[in-house]
């Protein structure tokens, strides 16, 4: 795959995303993952839910399928256990993944479903103008939160390690490379594989939090982010993600445990013995 | 394998599991709720045998999902549910019917609103059925009465699916579900399967002909074609602009609404009756036990509900002086044999509902013809 849109649809150029969105960087990061591992195109399927990152599996030029809000999950699991032989992406965000479909998202990550799962995490609602999402941070403003965001955000790589997912990683999109080099060990992955990617959205997020320049956000990104390693001291807390927190990064974890598909495989030669 | 030509005696919800196998499920997600909970049951033990896929998710939302996603790779795929988990998935089906997506729903209908009467039937969900989700489209429903309609109906509830890529729900009951019978299978059965296209289907993945349904194409057959449940044009691209809303909603029903005579079934008893009965489900076992000992009054049982078989309800209604609408809810299908029956000039059209989980008994029926 010689060219970014060997991969994408052109036709579909431009796309619907706001200046300064940091969904193009992923795109761009997962076009060098796929292209370098070599993937066969026709032999993936594509899946994502509602919001502005599942929108990007309408932009592959693969098979693809854009479902109902928060279910990405929960029809990848359909797709892999069907066909076990296809490679599944799904593309959420953190709306999608952690509110909405957040049950899903702890039961595929327990269930070890083979899927690869790309989360870009933009702390806010973005399609619908930026309401609050759970991650967005404590104190952010958003505009269904104009005193400040009373709740704690969830810590969705931490919670993906917790519920059993074979691998797990978090970067910002600063990170380019070390994304890549994520996306490349989660594609290539048994099992339940997730990458989140902590992304700026300057229209929904940054503009209510004095980050309107995305170069702001990008500054905000760098300023915040620390290597998982070094929040283990706990003098940190892993979970602060409070705007004047901290993002951890770095790969949480990875496990080797057969993936669902296999393992339900191997009930039929039981029946056949007994 | 699926069961062998013979006598069987099943109930009634392993019966609809065996009918979905004969009719080569390959998948099936589910929820445990009462009363539909032996179809999962029957199917985790069968599908393994049968090389197929049986999951237990994690809610009906889910179930439904994974369903979708098995249709897309072209398998066979079901889930069954009752009220509660049925009103879970309206808004999949509204997403199978604008994707169209062929899948197989078992509504195990039990006595509602909310959680009530678990264990026991009612004829509930009638309405939520077609309307349930938002929007404007057209789904297939069944009504089984007996084990062997379990059966059969599991069946053409799969070839309808796959004919017209359209979600078909088999509005069955407590009292169908658990009901324990006689299953005579045939040797030979008719199966239908979606009609498939393997080319490169990226700028046309939906075109269709004059029959309105678009041939399939499968994931991972190098389509590279695009779903979304957005407006979109034939080739699958979300579209804004009202022609091809109007395009698309339109021809979702179409397809539908113009094969009405075809994927409508019913039965009509003593077809020279001036009174009839029409009835669906459990309380037309009830009122064919009436009428086999009353010929002056008839009985017309709708095996299709969804779409209405208005033909066969304007042939009734054209000699009928009366006609009596049997439901286990306070009048649902009512409304549309009384529509249908006022045009056709029978304007005498009353309900005899039940409502409590208890099917209306030949006797009771009995007496409301008196008039009592």
Redesign the interface.
């Known amino acids: 795959m010689e060219d970014f849109f060997d991969l994408y ?1 052109k ?2 150029w431009p796309t619907i995303f706001c200046p300064g969105c940091g969904i193009g960087t992923v795109m761009n990061c997962f076009y060098r993952a796929f292209s370098e591992l070599n993937l066969d ?3 993936v ?1 594509f ?1 994502s839910g509602v919001g502005c990152s599942s929108r990007v ?2 932009y592959i ?8 809000h928060g ?1 990405a999950l ?10 076990p ?2 490679k599944v992406i799904v593309f959420t965000g953190d709306g999608d993944l952690g509110a909405i479909g957040g ?2 998202f702890i ?1 595929a990550s327990r269930r070890n479903v083979e899927m690869t799962v790309i989360c870009i995490n933009n702390n806010i609602y973005g399609m619908t103008g930026g309401q609050a999402s759970t991650t967005t941070p404590y104190n952010a403003l958003s505009s269904t939160t104009p005193f400040g965001n009373k709740e704690y955000p969830f810590d969705l790589a931490e919670l993906a390690v917790t519920a059993g997912a074979n691998f797990v990683a978090r970067w910002t999109v600063r990170n380019v490379k070390e994304i890549i080099g994520s996306m490349k060990k989660a594609l290539t992955k048994k099992g339940f594989s997730f990458v989140e990617i902590v992304s700026p959205c300057p229209t929904g997020f940054g503009r209510r939090n004095k980050m309107g320049d995305p170069k702001q956000m990008y500054e905000w990104l760098k300023i915040k982010t620390v290597r998982r390693e070094k929040t283990k001291s706990w003098d940190i807390d892993p979970v602060d993600l409070n705007i004047e927190g901290q993002i951890s990064v770095g790969e949480f974890v990875e496990r080797n445990r057969p993936s669902l598909a296999e393992v ?1 495989r191997s ?2 030669p039981k ?1 056949e013995q007994t | 394998m699926r069961l062998p030509e013979g006598t069987y005696f099943l109930q009634g919800n392993e019966a609809c599991a065996e009918g979905a196998i004969a009719a080569g499920l ?2 099936f ?1 589910g929820y445990p709720i009462t009363p539909s909970t032996e179809i999962a049951e029957r199917l985790a033990l069968r599908l ?2 049968e ?1 197929g ?1 049986f ?1 237990q ?3 009906e ?3 439904i ?11 066979k ?1 079901m889930t069954a549910t009752s009220g509660p988990g049925f009103s879970l998935m309206q ?2 089906i509204g ?1 199978a019917a604008m ?1 169209e997506t062929p899948l197989v729903i078992v509504n195990v209908m039990r006595g509602g609103p909310s959680t009530g009467l678990p264990t026991l039937p009612s004829q509930g969900d009638v309405m939520q059925a077609k309307f349930g989700s938002h929007g404007d489209y057209e789904i297939i429903a069944l009504a089984p009465a007996t084990v062997q309609d379990m059966f059969d109906m599991t069946i053409q509830a799969f070839n309808l699916s796959e004919e017209y890529r359209v979600p078909v729900i088999i509005l069955s009951d407590a009292e169908v579900g658990h009901m324990r019978g006689k299953v005579k299978v045939p040797e030979k059965l008719e199966v239908i399967n979606r009609k498939i296209r393997t080319d490169k289907v ?2 046309d993945g939906f075109a269709y002909d004059e029959s309105l349904i678009p041939s399939f ?1 499968v ?12 407006s979109h044009d034939i080739a699958g ?2 579209r804004n602009d009202p022609e091809v809303h109007q395009e698309l909603v339109i021809r979702l029903s179409e397809k539908i609404l113009k094969n009405r005579d075809r994927i409508c079934s019913s039965q009509i008893f003593n077809e020279n009756a001036e009174r009839f009965i029409v009835a669906y489900g459990s309380p037309a076992l009830a009122a064919r036990e009436v009428i086999r000992s009353n010929g002056s009054v008839g009985l017309l049982q709708l095996k299709t509900i969804w779409p209405t078989p208005e033909k066969q309800i304007i042939k009734i209604a054209r000699q009928a002086t009366e006609i009596i609408v049997l439901e286990m809810n306070l009048g649902q299908i009512y409304r549309e044999i009384q529509r249908i029956a006022c045009t056709a000039g029978c304007t005498k059209v009353r309900l005899f509902s039940k409502l409590g989980g208890v099917v209306h008994t030949p006797k009771e029926i009995a007496m409301f013809l008196k008039g009592g």
Not at chain 2, 65 to 75: H, K, L, T
Request: net charge positive; proline share 5%; aromatic share 8%.
């Open positions: 649809r036709d579909r195109q026709d032999r399927v899946v599996p309408g030029r693969a098979d693809s399928i854009h479902t109902t279910r929960a029809v990848a699991t359909g797709i892999n256990l069907a066909n032989d296809l049950n899903h039961n339900l009930i039929k029946i | 390959r998948f997600a393994p045998e090389g896929i999951i998710m994690e809610d939302i889910a179930s999902s994974a369903v979708i996603g098995a249709s897309w790779v072209g398998a795929a808004e999949s997403y994707t990226w700028h194409p994931f991972g057959k190098g389509s590279r074609v695009h779903v979304t449940g957005l691209y979300p």
